[in-house]
Each structure stands twice: as C-alpha cells, then as structure tokens.
C-alpha cells in the first residue's frame, strides 16, 4: 500500500516534467503575444495566434508536442469552463429562441449538406457526415467521435484528414469572419451570433468574439455551446443508424464521446454567477486567469497549424469542408440578416 502511494506522486511529477518544454514555449508566445499587444493595441490573441504559426516546426520535436498539445486542449477547455463566471442565464435567455433554432437548423443543414456533397461528388457518403458534423458542431471533438459512432476501414485517415482541414479553415474564420461582420452592419451581439453559430473550433470562437468586444465574445461563447450541446444527440442518432446498416452491431455506439466535461463546468459556474454565489473578487481573479489561459490556447493551436496540412488533405477533402465551411456560414448570416 505504502509503496502504491508512493507511485502517484512520482507519475505526476513524470507527467509534468514531459509538459514543461511544450508548456515553456507556448508561456514564452503568450508573453511575447502580450507585449506587443500592449505596444502596438492588437488583440493579444491574433498576437499569440501569428506567433504560434511562425513557429510550427516545433510541433514536430517531441519533446515539444505533450505540453503543446495540454495547452491546445486541456487549457483551453479549463478557460472555457471559467468563462462561465462572466455568463448568466439571464444573458442565455437573452438570445431568445431564435437563436437555438438557428443554431439546430445549422447543424442539422450542414451534416445534410455535407451528405447530398459527398454523393455528388462520388465519394462515400459517410465522409460527408463525419465532415459535415465536425463542420456543423465543434470540429476535432466531434469528428473523433462520429468516426467511433460510424467505423470503417479508413475511418482514421478521414478523421486526420477532416481535422486537417477544419484546423486550417477555422483558424483562416477566426481572422476573416469579424472583419466581415463589421462590414456587413452587424452589432456586436448579432456578430457574436454570427461567429459562434459559423466557426469550427471553439478556441477560434472565442478567440475571433473577444478581439471584437467582451459582449461579442461572451454571445459568441454561449452560441457555440450551444452548438457542442448537440454533439451526444447527434452521435448517438448516427450511432443508431450505424448499428442498423451494420446488423446491430453497437461497437460504434459504445464508444460514443460523452457531452465534454468543462461544458458542465460551464454551466454550473454560469449558474453560481448568476445566483451571486460567487465573491466578485473571485469572478475577476478566475475572469483574469480565463484570459490568459485563452491566448495560451490560441498560441498552442497557432503551433499546430500548419500550411502544408490542408495542402496534402487532398482536393477532395478541402473542397468538401470547405463548402461546408461556406454553407452554415452564409445560412447563419442569412438567419440573422432575415431577422431571425
């Protein structure tokens, strides 16, 4: 017993030490992201983001990739969860009905789409879900999911294909999207709206809402939960109908990814916030942290992304996330530009 307990503590402290260097690197962006913001009046996070790209080639060094890939992920979900102090139910019900609609009738026409896509295009009609949903709901996540509700040979190819591509593409939204919703006459919520029911990942969600203003960046956030709130009804629908092409085999459903922990956070801190459970102080101390955790996030995922990833997904592959891409941005600004 005594020698079990001894074990942890010397797991942990291996586990950490094989985090540093990744972590040291992407702590030295954040900084180095921070200080131009502070000199020059950009968003830290575009800062962060540019950096990172610059310095892709680390992702290839191993000693690099576990604390990249803890901060790309791991922080980013702990931000996330910790938004949830700056969000109240109150602000949810803001948004109305129209909102939840538009975002359903978005990621049920994008997972379609992208289906009817993948049948014109002559290619197997499963690649247009797994595409359409990781395009439709929140990008990496919901791509390794679906591909365990709906195995098959080259399920693993396809997922880092799709990944690939929605990476590059998201990132590419995260810098386009405000400036064209500027330009198109939205107010602040109604961008928030627009980034949050349009863009992949939810780092770049945040990212592309806060370097607008905090009330984007706080629309945004709830919109796209929104959005990742429809992954476990929607794996577990392919999941069904998976197990009835494949004569009730339920492999596929058993290994179904569960609604992500840090959006249960999420709401419960939303939920401590808005009963004034939470000290004041404390909501800005975390609401800080929050930050900083963030521009960590983008700086790791700009590590990550590299140019020549979409170039070998194949045409095929682009072409297809890419139009899918096109599609639930132009029907979520056509919503909202239609009064919805």
């Known amino acids: ?104 009738f978005a990621v049920a026409g994008t997972i379609g789409f992208g289906w009817c896509l993948a049948r014109a295009m002559k290619t197997d009609s499963r690649f247009g879900v797994l595409s359409g949903g990781a ?34 593409l998201s990132t590419i939204a995260m810098l386009a999207y405000p400036a064209l919703a500027v330009a198109a006459g939205l107010d602040h919520q109604e961008i928030g709206r627009f980034l ?54 339920m492999d596929g459903a058993a290994r179904v990814t569960p609604l992500p922990a840090f959006l249960a956070v999420f709401v419960i801190l939303a939920g401590a916030n808005g009963m004034g459970i939470v000290p004041a102080w404390m909501a800005t101390a975390l609401g800080e942290a929050s930050r900083w955790l963030l521009v960590m996030s983008v700086a790791a995922l700009g590590i990550k992304t590299s140019a020549r990833d979409l170039i070998a997904a194949g045409r095929t592959a682009v072409v297809m996330v890419a139009a899918e891409t096109l599609f639930i941005a132009v029907f979520v600004l056509a919503w909202i530009e239609l009064g919805g």
């Not at 709901?137 to 929605?166: F, H, N, Q």
């Not at 956030?221 to 069904?240: G, Y």
Request: aromatic share 6%; hydrophobic share 55%; glycine share 10%.
């Open 135 to 168: 395009v439709g709901i929140c990008g990496a996540s919901a791509a390794m999911a679906i591909a365990c509700a709906w195995p098959r040979r080259d399920s693993e190819r396809d997922t880092v294909i799709v990944i690939a591509c929605i990476t590059s």
């Open 1 to 104: 017993m005594i020698a079990a307990a001894g074990e942890a503590p010397r797991r942990w402290l291996a586990a950490g030490q094989s985090l540093m260097p990744g972590l040291l690197a992407v702590a030295i962006v954040t900084l180095a992201a921070t200080y131009l913001s502070d000199h020059y009046g950009a968003p830290a996070i575009v800062f962060a983001l540019l950096l990172g790209m610059a310095l892709n080639t680390l992702s290839a060094e191993a000693r690099y990739t576990p604390g990249i890939a803890f901060s790309a992920r791991t922080l980013l979900r702990i931000s996330v969860a910790l938004l949830g102090l700056r969000i109240t139910f109150q602000q949810i019900g803001a948004l109305g009905w129209s909102t939840a609609a538009m975002v359903l």
């Open 196 to 249: 949050g029911g349009s863009i992949h990942d939810v780092a770049q969600v945040v990212g592309a809402g806060f370097t607008v203003s905090p009330e984007t960046g706080d629309t945004a956030t709830i919109v796209k939960l929104m959005r990742v709130a429809l992954l476990l009804p929607v794996v577990l629908l392919i999941s069904m109908g998976a197990a009835r092409f494949a004569r009730g085999d």
